[in-house]
Nanobody
Framework: QEQFVESGGGLVQPGGSLTLSCTASGNIFKTTTMGWYRQAPGKQREVVAIMTVADIPVLVDSVKGRFTVSRDNTKNTLYLQMNSLKPEDTGVYHC?????????WGQGTQVTVSS
């Protein structure tokens, strides 16, 4: 079973930056659309960014102009570069295939934006 491992989260002040990474054990990144999702405290998990199998990035409106999604298929890694972070970006970030094809969710990586 494919497993995703997310990393790169942390505590950052508003306006700061973080780069998240998601690695997988197989070559799944080369053959499928992947997404970054976040779950804020007390809220449902929501999509943040998608990287299609054709390498077309799609970002939700709330992060456009601030976040960048990319991937390196040679390293089986998906990235999320986050700039100009806001308190509302706080949450646990996961990577996965878009539902309903999502695989078991990994631990995720915590991002906290606070002064």
């Amino acid at each position: 079973q494919e497993q995703f491992v997310e990393s790169g989260g942390g505590l950052v002040q508003p306006g700061g930056s973080l780069t998240l990474s998601c690695t997988a054990s197989g070559n799944i990144f080369k053959t499928t659309t992947m997404g970054w999702y976040r779950q804020a405290p007390g809220k449902q998990r929501e999509v943040v960014a998608i990287m299609t199998v054709a390498d077309i990035p799609v970002l939700v409106d709330s992060v456009k102009g601030r976040f960048t999604v990319s991937r390196d298929n040679t390293k089986n890694t998906l990235y999320l570069q986050m700039n100009s972070l806001k308190p509302e970006d706080t949450g646990v970030y996961h990577c996965n295939l878009p539902p309903p094809r999502a695989l078991p969710w990994g631990q995720g990586t915590q991002v906290t934006v606070s002064s």
